[in-house]
């Protein structure tokens, strides 16, 4: 079945520092690939998004690009704020099953101090 | 545009109870799916609808929990009769589904339960 492997955190930056979560991928399909983002007390929302091979997502000044060969789609940033502290989550959509169901990672902490 | 929302924000109850959780999906979406959320283990799918059909409910966790969705607005979790360790965040989300379609689903802000 499809699997989502995340780097497991807490990951403890300062300010203006580069930040890079790894995520890995198995699946069985050509999935669209995704990260969410969840801060304190509420839902997940969606950071960005790429659907095929080579794409980069990118919002807020986090990137990420979609690697077949590696089956990974490694989140980034140059330069982050304490308010990027959040929980992060990669996730895979099986385009072909029923529904758009998200296989997620099991997320990644993320705290930046001033 | 309304996100999903979900209600009750928070509910604290006796075990034993029977706890009702509500969905209303964003406009248009023709899936939606319930989540489970603890520290202890993550985030987890326990059913998920696609044009108001269960598709897979093999998340749930056991018998004392039904999940309904009469009509394409509107969704119910239920747990009878609750206990302690049913105590997380249910999050409810949305999405618009065809074949080979890309679309991201979207959470609402969750119910925190607390079963004491």
């Known amino acids: 079945g499809d699997s989502v492997t995340q780097m497991e955190g807490p990951v403890t930056l300062s300010e203006e520092a580069f930040l890079t979560i790894n995520c890995t991928y198995t699946?069985?399909?050509?999935?669209?690939l995704f990260w969410y983002v969840q801060y304190p007390g509420e839902g997940l929302q969606l950071l960005l998004k790429?659907?095929?091979?080579?794409d980069k997502g990118s919002n807020k000044g986090f990137e990420a690009t979609y690697r077949k060969e590696t089956t990974s789609f490694h989140l980034e940033k140059g330069s982050v704020q304490v308010s990027d502290s959040a929980v992060y989550f990669c996730a895979l959509s099986d385009r072909q099953a029923a529904g758009n169901k998200l296989t997620f990672g099991g997320g990644t902490r993320v705290l930046v101090k001033p | 545009d309304a996100g999903v929302i979900q209600s009750p924000r928070h509910e604290v109850t006796e075990m034993g109870q029977e706890v009702t959780l509500r969905c209303k999906p964003i406009s248009g979406h023709n899936s939606l799916f319930w989540y489970r959320q603890t520290m202890m283990r993550g985030l987890e799918l326990l059913i998920y609808?696609?044009?108001?059909?269960?598709?897979?409910d093999s998340g749930m966790p056991e018998d004392r929990f039904s999940a309904k969705m009469p009509n394409a607005s509107f969704s119910t979790l239920k747990i009878q009769p609750s206990e302690p360790r049913d105590s997380a965040v249910y999050f409810c989300a949305s999405s618009f589904a065809q074949q080979a379609s890309n679309q991201p689903q979207h959470f609402g802000d969750g119910t925190r339960l607390s079963i004491l």
């Open positions: 609808f696609n044009n108001n059909v269960p598709i897979d």
């Open positions: 790429a659907t095929k091979a080579d």
């Open positions: 699946a069985t399909g050509y999935p669209s």
